[in-house]
């Protein structure tokens, strides 16, 4: 069903406003230079809104195939993966992450520039 397209991968979690700095440092720190090197990775996203007394961040990651992404996360690839010493920033997060098949994305001329 994905064999040929593009997978994003989306997860959230949600912390206190005193821990969300320390989590988006953490999560800046840790993943993306680790992530970049498997094979099959093709980006990330990481944002983050306020959310009444909580701060939400979402992990939009972009895999160039259901299978890459599944050699990756195992053969359970829905279940998050949060390391224990992430954990201790969040009040909660989703135990599944989603999964959607990419139909459209911006054209590199297209895409928004920025940091």
């Known amino acids: ?5 593009m997978i994003a991968r989306i997860w959230r979690g949600y912390t206190t ?3 969300a700095e320390a989590y988006a440092a953490a999560l800046q720190a840790e993943i993306l230079p680790g992530i970049m090197k498997v094979p099959g990775y093709r980006g990330s996203y990481l944002l983050k809104r306020l959310y009444g ?3 939400e961040f979402v992990t939009v990651m972009l895999w ?3 299978e890459s992404l599944s050699a990756f996360a195992g053969p359970d690839y829905e279940k998050a993966i949060v390391p224990l010493e992430r954990r201790k920033f969040l009040s909660k997060y ?3 992450s989603a999964h959607y098949e990419i139909l459209m994305q911006p054209a590199a001329a297209d895409a928004p520039s920025g940091a």
């Open 94 to 96: 989703e135990e599944r």
């Open 1 to 5: 069903m994905y064999a040929a397209a």
């Open 17 to 19: 406003h005193a821990n």
């Open 64 to 66: 160039e195939s259901l």
């Open 53 to 55: 007394e909580e701060v």
